[in-house]
Each structure stands twice: as C-alpha cells, then as structure tokens.
C-alpha cells in the first residue's frame, strides 16, 4: 500500500485530478496495487481561503505520504512548487519529451530528456530593490552541479539511447556562475567515459531542439535555462498537454505536469490528462525502484502502453488534434486498463 498525497491545484488542475484518481482507482481494483489517496489544497484558491498557498497540513500530509502528486497551481506556483522543492530537497526535475505516434507534433522521432537542477539559480527568487533598480541573486554552487550532473550521467547510462549528456549554460557570459557549472559537469563526465559528453550555449540549445532534436539524449542544465528549454522540447513532440515531469530527491519524489493552470481551458473538460498520467507512469517507475516492486514497472509500462495506443488509434484531445472530452479520454484509458 502506498500513500498518495494529491494536491488538486487550480484552473484545469481539478479535472486532471479527477483523471488521476479514476486511474489510480482502477489499478487499484484491476491490477494489484494498491493505493491510499489524500487529496490535499495548495495553491491560489487554498490561498484565498486559509491565507496560505501552502497550508500547513498539506506540508505535514505530503512529508507523512510515500510520494506527490501535483496537479498544477495557478499565480501562487512559486509559493507552492518552488517552496516544496527546495524543502524536500528534490534536487533533479526530469522532464522527458518523447514522440508519440499521431500527434500534431513538429516531430515524431525524439526521445528525449531534460535534467535540470532544481534548488538554486534565479529561480529562488531572492530579489531587491536598489534605489530605482533591482537586483536578482543567482547562486551557483559546485556541490548542486556536481550532484545534477551525476543524476544526468547516470540517466544517460541507463536509457536505452545514443548515452550522450549535452550540458546546456551561458558561461561565455556568465563566466563565474555558469563557468562553476560547466567546470562541475566537465569534472564529473571524467567518470563515466562510456557516456558521450558536450557542451552547448543555451541560445544555440534553443535553436536545435528545432533544428535537429533527435541529436539530444540527455540534456543538463541550470534552473532557469530547464523550465524554458523543457516547454519548447514539449512543444516539438505535441505540446504541454503530452508533458510530464518529476521532482526527485534522495528520499522523496514528486511528480507534476510541465505546464501550468491553463486557465484560458479551465472548465471545459478539454484538457489533455496525458501530462498527469505519464507523470503517474513516472511515479509508478520510481516507487519500483525505491521499494524493488517490480507490479509497479508492469503497470507503470501498461499505463504508457495504453496511453500509446489510444493516441495513434487517433482516440485523443482538442490540443493533440482529436475530439475527446478529458473525462472520455479517461474513460478509455480505464477501460482499456
Ligand atoms: P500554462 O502551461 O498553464 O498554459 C500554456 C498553454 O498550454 C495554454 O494555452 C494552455 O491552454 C495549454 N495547456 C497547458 N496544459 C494543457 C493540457 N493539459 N491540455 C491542453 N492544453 C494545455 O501556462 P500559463 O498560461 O503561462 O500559466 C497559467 C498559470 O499556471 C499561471 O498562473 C502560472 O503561474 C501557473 N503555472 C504553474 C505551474 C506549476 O504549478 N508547476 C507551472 C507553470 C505555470
């Protein structure tokens, strides 16, 4: 039995919630795993109702839990992700951007993954004014690139890909904060000389996740530089709605969707689950290897597999070129699970 905390979020995070609790439902009841789910309220309608985006009781929930789930929160996501990230120190977030088939995407070839360090850079927030000015602090430090670096090398040994890390930095203008980075994930690569390793400014970055995405296999970078880079590599395979991520720590892990609130669709049952749900195969595959429960990877590949299938059968969403409301879509999955 695992214990699930769920933080339902705000705009289309209610109904991706109800998505993932119809899923993990049925695996509950069809397939052998079993679950115990607290719902939990973060974000701007919790703030507006108690005060505090991150009540107390969520905090003390999640820390008494075996994982997260996190839907997405709306204004109030630095108050709530940044802050859990940096507590629990879940120090790698892991964005894939794999191809599925039949997607409007730009590309159907990649496979692809994001490691990004999660605590530090600007992405803190610690802002000031000076006079009529103001200043952002990045901290850069060698003991958090060093560890991301590893966690990325390690992810490229195990991924049944081309096992190349591209570290992504600006250090030809940011010499001592990106240069500290790149020095760190060039010392680093010494170690494992099985896994190819480059080096690429993050403008050039950029441009060949549009150019040639499929010459990426692992990609590490800083904070800030992550989240913008992950967005557009979603984009090259179909968009946010197909964008899982995970949060992972030494002890502790938790698992989002890429995007945000989406309230420009909040309401409307059209949003794409898929984001969630492969964001529940990640969590699926890191509890198997935490606790070496090999039913999780079975039904971490199933979920995939079905998710796989009904997108190239063309049984998808609005955002993917289908005609699938969010609770049909969810409806299929279960069915077919
Ligand atoms: P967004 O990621 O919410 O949406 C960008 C675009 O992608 C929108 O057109 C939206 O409709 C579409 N989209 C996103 N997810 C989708 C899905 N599952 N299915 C179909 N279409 C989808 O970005 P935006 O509009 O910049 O941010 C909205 C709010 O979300 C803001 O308040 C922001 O602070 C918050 N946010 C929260 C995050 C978190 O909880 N980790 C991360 C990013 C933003």
Known sequence: MYKISLITGDGIGPELSDSAISVLNTINDKLDLKFEITTLPAG???????????????IQT???????LK???????????????????????????KSYPHMSALRDDIDMVIVRENTEDLYTGKE???????????????DASKRIAKYAFETAKQRNNMKKVTCVHKSNVMR?????????????????????????????CA????????????????????????????????????????????????????????????????????????????????LGAKHHDTKCFTVAQKLESVIFDLVKSG???????????????????TNKL
């Open 62 to 68: 999640i820390k008494n839990s075996d994982v997260c």
């Open 207 to 286: 441009m060949n996740l549009i150019r040639q995405p499929e010459k990426f296999d692992v990609i590490v970078t800083t904070n800030l530089f992550g989240d913008i880079l992950s967005d557009e590599s979603s984009q090259v395979v179909g968009g946010l709605g197909m964008a899982p991520a995970a949060n992972i720590g030494d002890n502790f892990a938790l698992f989002e969707p890429v995007h945000g609130a989406a309230f420009d669709i909040a309401g409307k049952n059209i949003a794409n689950p898929s984001s969630f749900l492969l964001s529940i195969k990640m969590m699926l595959d890191w």
């Open 128 to 142: 000031f004014s000076l006079g009529n000015a103001a200043v952002a602090l990045r901290i850069i430090s060698e």
């Open 44 to 58: 701007d309608k919790a703030l507006h109702e108690t005060g505090k985006a991150l009540p107390d009781e969520t």
């Open 315 to 333: 049984v998808k969403t609005k955002d993917i070129g289908g005609d699938r409301s969010t609770s049909e879509f969810t409806r299929e999955i």
């Open 71 to 97: 839907a997405p929160v709306g204004e109030s996501a630095a108050d709530v992700i940044v802050v859990l990230r940096r507590m629990l120190d879940l120090y790698a977030n892991i964005r894939p951007a």
């Open 176 to 204: 001592m904060t990106d240069g500290l980075f790149a020095k760190s994930c060039i010392e680093v690569a010494k170690n494992y000389p099985d896994v190819l390793f480059e080096q690429m400014y993050v403008d050039a």
